[in-house]
């Protein structure tokens, strides 16, 4: 491996949640059972296969052969072979539909699956897993989705559409798919083959092919859950929510625990937490002391009932139930997902509870900072340890001045001077006349600031000094923390393979990653 790990804890970019969250005993009131080793997989697959239907699992593979099987390569149909059988389940991921399936933690997200998948299998005969990657289609929130940066641009898809991301047509997707393609005119790699994705009739099946083929080597099954079959699975759990506040209470209970622990609840629990779906709209249904309301209208629980049986695929459940939908249709053993994922999964426990659902295990996503060989280049001039790259860029550069000019930069004894000049002037002042001495605070400020000014004099001087290292440093900084935040929830995973050759890319991810490593993985791309 070409890796080296910095603890969370040592980088400030990290949530406090997502710097506990590794080490699970502590959170153990909230969990099925802490997730430290893939030998805690057994145990669930016991419970999972005692609760889980053949069915619902013949159901499950109907449709997934349905919406990949024109297009699934050998890998994948290989998994869906492997599905049919009562002894495999499933680790799953998902993510918002984002733009050309960026940023770079999306990759790590899946091919942490992969890498914990081929560890479970590798581990014990009895069971097999694979990997799956679960699309929120439902999701509305566009503007979160619409944008991805690449190769110091951002591309931004512009559409008025509202509602389900993943029913928006593609009419107006041309223009950033254009963008997008003009990065590797005349490029003969395998980026053409996503590139050449034609752009279907709604979004979500544009992506999952997409994203399907990213993955197509390591056998990722990836699902578009918003189907009527799957959720006609899904109708008892709609039913008792509409029938019942059960859910809110129980988010609410686990939301005492998750405070007492010293934390604050992410996710909002209503008294009915599903919507209503209907062209480009995404509604709440609202309960009323007449019934229960969709965008005014007011229906009977009889008459909504009657609606859910007749139109299953227009209920949606919001943050607290989508979990419960997703392990009600899937064989799902663990949910991998990022920090902020884990600290709503963390207040869902009850609501699997009084919905009879399995709690599956639950682990945070893999970390990575990819270093290639122009990053790597200015790194080892700077011979710096690699998490201080973490810090403010100015705080940096004041450090790399302060190891290199420390003794031209020191003005410590001037101010110390300074402060002994403002007590004589102040004394002096008071010794002739008491009302001197606000004129003496006065003067000593104009001389405090005309000392500032020839300190901020003289760093300009030792700047243009090290002008090549500070920008250097500037460099460095956009590419380890761009915007202040994580490289890899800011750049598409293309930036690392600009002829649009990811595959070898991926392979390296791949190799690197350990599903049960909790600190930040440092790769190394040039060895």
Not at 55 to 69: A, C, D, F, Y
Not at 109 to 124: D, G, I, M
Not at 255 to 266: H, R
Not at 419 to 440: H, N, V, Y
Request: hydrophobic letters at 40%; glycine letters at 4%.
């Amino acid at each position: 491996m070409n890796h080296t790990t910095i603890a969370r804890d040592k980088i400030r970019q990290f949530s406090a949640f997502s710097q506990t969250f590794g080490n699970q005993q502590s959170f153990e009131q909230f969990l099925t059972a802490p997730l430290s080793s893939v030998s805690d997989l057994q145990a669930q697959a016991t419970k999972k296969k005692e609760v889980y239907s053949s069915e619902t699992r013949k159901n499950l593979l109907q449709v997934w052969n349905q919406q990949i099987g024109s297009y699934a390569s050998e890998s994948q149909k290989q998994n869906l072979k492997l599905l049919e059988s009562e002894n495999t389940f499933t680790i799953t991921t998902g993510h918002q539909l984002t733009l050309f399936a960026g940023p770079l933690y999306l990759v790590y997200k899946v091919l942490h699956v992969v890498r914990l998948a081929e560890e479970f299998n590798k581990s014990q005969n009895a069971f097999k897993t694979v990997p799956v990657f679960w699309m929120a289609s439902e999701d509305h929130d566009f503007d979160e989705v619409k944008s991805t940066h690449l190769f110091n641009q951002k591309l931004t898809w512009e559409s008025a559409q509202t509602g389900p991301v993943g029913r928006f047509n593609m009419d107006d997707f041309k223009e950033v798919k254009s963008q997008f393609s003009s990065f590797f005119e005349g490029k003969e790699t395998e980026i053409n083959e996503l590139i050449a994705i034609s752009e279907k009739g709604d979004y979500a099946s544009y992506l999952q092919e997409f994203i399907s083929k990213l993955f197509a080597d390591f056998g990722v099954l990836v699902l578009q859950p918003d189907h009527r079959e799957l959720k006609r699975e899904f109708i008892p759990v709609v039913l008792r929510e509409i029938s019942s506040d059960l859910a809110n209470h129980a988010v609410q209970n686990m939301n005492k625990l998750v405070e007492a622990a010293g934390y604050k609840p992410q996710a909002h629990s209503r008294d009915c937490n599903l919507f209503y779906l209907k062209a480009g709209e995404r509604l709440r249904i609202e309960p009323t002391v007449n019934g229960l309301a969709i965008d005014g209208k007011i229906y009977s629980k009889e008459a909504l009932t009657a609606l859910v049986e007749s139109e299953p695929e227009n209920f949606s459940p919001n943050v607290i139930l989508r979990p419960v939908y997703q392990e009600t249709i899937l064989p799902n053993l663990v949910y991998v997902g990022g920090g902020g994922e884990m600290a709503y999964w963390i207040q869902l426990k009850g609501v699997f509870e009084v919905h009879h659902t399995l709690f599956p295990l639950i682990q945070q996503r893999v970390s990575l900072q990819l270093i290639d060989g122009a990053l790597k280049k200015r790194m080892d001039k700077l011979n710096w340890p690699h998490e201080r790259y973490f810090e403010a860029r100015e705080d940096l550069k004041k450090l790399f001045l302060k190891e290199n000019e420390g003794d031209d930069l020191d003005l410590s004894a001037l101010y110390s001077e300074f402060e002994a000049l403002r007590a004589s002037m102040i004394d002096k002042a008071k010794s002739i006349e008491a009302t001197l001495e606000s004129f003496a605070e006065a003067e000593t400020v104009r001389i405090k600031k005309q000392l500032e000014s020839f300190e901020q004099r003289l760093v300009k001087q030792l700047k243009q000094r090290h002008e090549q290292v500070l920008q250097s440093i500037d460099f460095i900084s956009e590419r380890v923390i761009p915007e202040n935040s994580l490289q890899e929830r800011h750049f598409h995973w293309l930036q690392f393979a600009p002829s649009g050759a990811y595959k070898e890319l991926l392979k390296q991810i791949h190799a690197e990653i350990d599903p049960f490593e909790a600190g930040l993985i440092v790769v190394d791309l040039t060895k």
